[in-house]
C-alpha cells in the first residue's frame, strides 16, 4: 500500500523535530496570529533544536500574544531522580488567539518585531552562562495600547 503523498503540518513537526503541536480552539471572535505551517516553516528554517512544544492558546486577559519559556538545567526539573530531566534546557512557546478586528495589524507585528526576538533569544542561550542556564526564564509580549511591549520575565512562570 501506498503512502499518501499529502501530509498535515502536524506530521510534518513531529517528524521533523519530534515536537508536540497542541491547537485549542478559540471563541469565533478570535484568530491566531500565525498558521501551524507557518510556525513548522519557522522552527525548520532556523533550526531551533531548543523548543520542545508549541501551543496555540485563546486569548488570555494579561494581554500576552506570544510568550516563550526557558526550562532552566536544574535538579528542581528532574522529579524523583538526581539525572537531568529531558525538559531542561529546552523552550515552550505559546501563541496566543488575537481579535479577528486587530488579525491583519497582528500578523504584521508577530512577524516583524516578535519572531525575530524570539529567534533571537533562543539561539542566545547558548552563550549565556552555567547560573543563568540553570534558572527558569521567560520573554513576554503584550499588545498594549497600540505598541508591542516585550519583558524578559526571569525566575517566574506568571506575572
Known amino acids: 500500500m ?20 497542541s491547537k485549542a480552539p478559540v471563541p469565533k471572535d478570535q484568530v491566531y496570529p500565525l498558521t501551524l505551517q507557518e510556525i513548522a516553516t519557522l522552527l525548520r528554517e532556523n533550526r531551533l533544536t531548543r523548543v520542545r512544544s508549541v501551543a496555540l492558546l485563546p486569548k488570555t ?28 534546557g529546552t523552550i515552550s512557546i505559546w501563541i496566543f488567539g488575537v481579535s479577528k478586528k486587530e488579525r491583519a495589524k497582528m500578523v504584521g507585528l508577530v512577524r516583524k518585531e516578535v519572531l525575530p526576538r524570539v529567534i ?11 547560573n543563568w542556564r540553570q534558572s527558569d526564564h521567560n520573554l513576554l509580549f503584550k499588545y498594549e495600547k497600540g505598541e508591542v511591549k516585550m519583558t524578559l520575565d526571569d525566575n517566574r512562570f506568571w506575572e
Open 120 to 130: 533571537e533569544w533562543v539561539r542566545e542561550l547558548d552563550t549565556k552562562n552555567e
Open 2 to 21: 501506498l503512502r499518501p503523498l499529502i501530509r498535515t503540518v502536524e506530521s510534518v513537526m513531529t517528524e521533523w523535530f519530534k515536537l508536540p503541536i
Open 61 to 88: 486577559r494579561r494581554g500576552q500574544f506570544v510568550r516563550a519559556e526557558y526550562q532552566g538545567e536544574n535538579a528542581k526539573n528532574a522529579p524523583l531522580s538526581n539525572e537531568p530531566h529531558r525538559w531542561n
